[in-house]
């Protein structure tokens, strides 16, 4: 039986990912040398999955109460040929989507295929421009870390954070990290206009038509009708308005998650398709595209909060403190594009989130107006696996009487949770703006605490080495930091919080 059924590889036996379609593990197929042994590295995915067959199959399932071998007799397949499927390691073929539309009535589309027949309301023009656009949103999911490499080249180089895609304003990286809590947050709940929202003339080109002769008044209307992730909603967000932190304060005001996806993904589409139209691709240098980024060029200066909205997620590397002579570990993830509208197809450090309230109740403005909180609450759902906070709810969160974050609180005070924040900076393709923060944990509380953790959510993966436990996490050495940052497919803001925080190890470890 070969690793593509059984799920192994076929040198070292080490469990491969689910998006490796490979027989061998990435340790196994390329040693950089240094003297790893096989099924030490982690498994890297090999490419964006084209479809969500698998979800769809089981979406199916669930509606029907079918178990798997009940719907393999009817697919004519083995039970564990479509486990394989529904779990993304088997790509499933053209007679078996056709069989699936013929026998279980799922439609031809939701399958990945042409509807038998054209739907005479679409015209062919509108058609081919869409499916364009989703063939451009692909690619750019596929190569998004080597395109955000490649557009750190368009700033100067006083911006850019070493050794990653990160830009950075004057003064946004500070030379030591601090304590969070040493940060001040200040809120003005008043509107504030923005020069550029996304809506100019400039991004037509990145908005497919959705009418003959009409296009999408905004991106976020092509990603919901063409192209939606499973976790997709504009929901209320704190908005970056003036930036301190060379004073420890930071100065926000409101808008909606969509305003910064208009702009950023916009600007990511712009840059794809700008190299899509280069002779040999993604070229070495941003020189030649200099003069087809009109929307880029719109935008001017990427720090200014007044010209457009800019909307911070917070990256936080977790670093887990083990018990000598085991070395550190920083958790990693794979984002997966099928799930998630930005920074889809890398890894990155884990949680990670925008940062806004819990629900678009007025008292959560003020109620989750908190870094800290902010974070538990990614720690919740990315690792633990619990429900989004989407709003559903009619009160606000009893922090205070929540056992997890009550914990964490208590061995904050114990000095065994230490958070530092790292700085503020941006994604050089899209722009989309990350408060890089490190949280760093003794093993102990890190076991009672995320001891349940769950390797799949709503986002993606949590990445093991080898056929490790995936919160055993990636050893937080120079090795590993190097291999991250130079041969992995890195978000930008995971990237720089995983080299800052190596810069800063004796600060942030005490050691």
């Given amino acids: ?47 964006v999955p084209a479809d969500d067959t698998g979800a769809v199959l089981r979406a199916w399932r669930a509606s029907t109460s079918r178990s798997q071998v009940e719907t393999a007799g009817l697919l004519g397949m083995t039970q564990q040929n479509l486990s394989q499927i529904e779990n993304g390691r088997q790509p499933m073929s053209y007679e ?40 451009d949103r692909r ?43 040493s940060l001040q947050l200040t809120l003005d709940e008043q509107p504030h206009a923005v020069a550029v929202d996304g809506s100019e003339d400039e991004t037509l080109p990145t908005r497919p038509l959705c009418a003959p002769g009409q296009r999408f008044d905004r991106y976020t209307s092509a990603i919901r009708y063409l192209d939606p992730p499973r976790l997709f909603e504009s929901r209320p967000s704190y908005r970056l308005l003036a930036e301190h932190l060379s004073t420890s304060s930071l100065h926000f005001g409101l ?67 083990r018990r000598y002579p085991a070395e550190p570990s920083f958790l990693l993830h794979w984002r997966d594009p099928a799930k998630v509208a930005t920074a889809a197809g890398v890894y ?32 919740s759902e990315e690792l633990l696996g619990t429900p989004e906070h989407d709003g559903t709810r009619t009160k606000p969160i009893d922090y205070d009487a929540w056992p997890l974050y009550r914990d964490l609180e ?19 393709l899209t722009l989309a703006a990350t408060i890089l923060t490190v949280v760093v944990i003794d093993d102990d509380v890190f076991t009672r605490a995320f001891g ?28 590993s930091i190097r291999r991250m940052l130079s041969s992995e497919p890195m978000a930008s803001p995971g990237a720089a919080c995983l080299a800052l925080a190596w810069r800063h190890r004796h600060r942030i470890l005490g050691l």
């Fill in 348 to 379: 990155d450090v884990i949680p990670a989130g925008e940062f806004q309230p819990a629900s678009v109740a007025l008292w959560d403005r003020r109620n989750d107006f908190d870094l800290w909180r902010n974070i538990v609450r990614e720690y």
């Fill in 452 to 479: 349940a953790a769950t390797r799949y959510n709503e986002e993606g993966e949590i990445v093991a080495i080898g056929d490790g436990r995936a919160t055993e996490g990636i050893p937080f050495t120079a090795e």
């Fill in 96 to 135: 078996q989507r056709q069989r699936a539309v013929t026998v279980l009535g799922i439609s031809a589309e939701d399958l990945g295929l042409s509807p038998s027949r054209p739907r005479a309301e679409t015209d062919a023009a509108v058609a081919v421009d869409q499916a364009r656009w989703r063939q």
């Fill in 410 to 428: 208590d061995a904050q005070a114990a000095g065994a949770v230490v958070p530092f924040v790292l700085g503020l900076g941006l994604d050089a």
């Fill in 255 to 321: 808008a909606a998650y969509f305003d910064k996806i208009d702009v950023s993904e916009s600007l990511g589409h712009e840059l794809a398709v700008a190299c899509l139209r280069q002779p040999g691709g993604i070229p070495p240098s941003a020189e030649p595209l200099r003069g087809e980024l009109p929307f880029r060029t719109l935008i001017g200066d990427p720090f200014d909060p007044a010209r457009r909205a800019i909307i911070p997620a917070v990256t936080t590397l977790t670093i887990r403190l």
């Fill in 1 to 47: 039986m070969t690793a593509a059924v059984t799920g192994q590889c076929v040198h070292c036996g080490a469990t491969l990912s689910r998006y490796n379609p490979d027989s061998v593990c990435a340790s196994c197929t390329r040693c950089d040398g240094a003297g790893s042994a096989a099924g030490e590295w982690l498994s890297r995915p090999t490419g």
């Fill in 139 to 181: 690619w750019l999911n596929q190569h998004r870390s080597e395109l955000a490499r490649l557009a750190a080249d368009l700033y100067p180089t006083e911006h850019r954070v070493p050794d990653t895609p990160l830009i950075a304003g004057a003064g946004w990286i500070p030379d030591e990290p601090a304590e969070l809590r």
